[in-house]
């Protein structure tokens, strides 16, 4: 295989991280959403969590991001 | 950022450092670029601003003494709240941090500036500092006994061997991925707004709207992105700290 089209196959493999990272945000914001409408005065007060979370779950998408661009520029 | 109207030039081509002010210190290469030139310029809209509103120094504050309160209440029940009393001593130094990615995030947005933020080494820089200030923190307040950091408590005797290279790991990997989420977001917003320029440039006129729309709903996306991101920039060297100080674990 041409060398250069195996890099982009590569770089393109490594952005299915960007799966889970989906998969983790929708879950974070899914599930704040619900127990928010449950107990609407308990969810001022996770927010900050709730943010957390998602800066957690987003970064491990963020690193097959990452592989993807070594990949194509490194 | 913006179309640069030929439609030749790649969507990374907007992160290139271009020198200003060729500087050569002891062989090192310390030019002022455009990057550092956007540095000093949002340095100096930060204190020029902080200046302007606070100079009334009013019990009763003015509509821009109060807005340069809000940022300052914001921050301080940041920190009370993730660290407590003791960390306002560490409050300046946090309130800084905040309001320099964000000033640097929003800087980018506008059309035609260079995002300092999403070159990773500016972003690692700040990380490490966050870093090497809370390990220095932890290690001048607990001593040796800092390092039970990494063997929480409750944990059975068995698990140790498993838990204690995890928790270290994650210790040791903490600025490299502080520093990523907040390159590699605003490096990707910029891109894909460039991207969907290049379309904006290349199609005719009547393939224009679509992409000119998105690209003005997604910088509204990207102006609260630049927000978050310095937001939990802001957190996370928060709760890095408190480990420090006060060891819940």
């Known amino acids: 295989m041409d060398p250069q089209a195996a890099k982009f196959i590569g770089a393109g493999l490594a952005c299915f991280a960007l799966i889970g990272a989906g998969i983790g945000i929708g879950n974070i914001f899914g599930n704040y959403l619900s127990g928010a409408l449950r107990n609407p005065s308990a969810a001022a007060s996770q927010f900050t969590n709730l943010l957390i979370g998602f800066a957690l779950a987003e970064a491990t998408g963020l690193f097959g991001l990452l592989i993807a661009l070594i990949i194509l520029y490194g | ?249």
């Open chain 2, 1 to 249: 950022m913006a179309a640069e109207g030929t439609g030749h030039h790649g969507p990374m081509e907007q992160f290139e450092i271009k020198k200003i002010i060729d500087l050569d210190l002891l062989g090192h290469d310390i030019s002022f670029t455009n990057s550092s030139l956007m540095m000093v310029l949002a340095f100096a809209v930060i204190v020029g601003y902080m200046l302007f509103a606070m100079r009334g120094r009013a019990l009763v504050p003015t509509r821009i003494q109060s807005t340069a309160e809000v940022v300052y209440e914001y921050i301080a029940g940041m920190v009370k709240e993730n660290i407590g009393e003791e960390g306002m001593k560490f409050f300046p130094w946090v309130f800084t941090i905040f309001i320099f990615i964000l000033v640097l995030n929003i800087f980018g947005l506008i059309p035609g500036n260079f995002a300092v933020t999403s070159h990773i080494i500016v972003t690692f820089a700040l990380a490490a500092m966050v870093w090497l200030v809370a390990t220095f923190v932890g290690f001048w307040k607990h001593g040796v006994s800092y390092l039970k950091l990494f063997a929480p408590s409750g944990v059975p005797l068995w698990l140790m061997p498993i838990i204690i290279p995890i928790e270290l790991t994650s210790y040791l990997i903490r600025p490299i991925s502080h520093s990523v989420r907040l390159f590699a977001n605003i490096m990707a917003g910029h891109t894909m707004l460039e991207v969907f320029a290049g379309f904006a440039v290349l199609l005719p006129w009547w393939g224009k709207i679509a992409p000119t729309g998105f690209m003005v709903a997604f910088t509204g996306l990207e102006l609260l992105v630049a927000f978050l991101q310095a937001f939990i920039f802001t957190v996370l060297t928060c709760i890095y700290l408190n480990d420090a100080v006060n060891m819940h674990h």
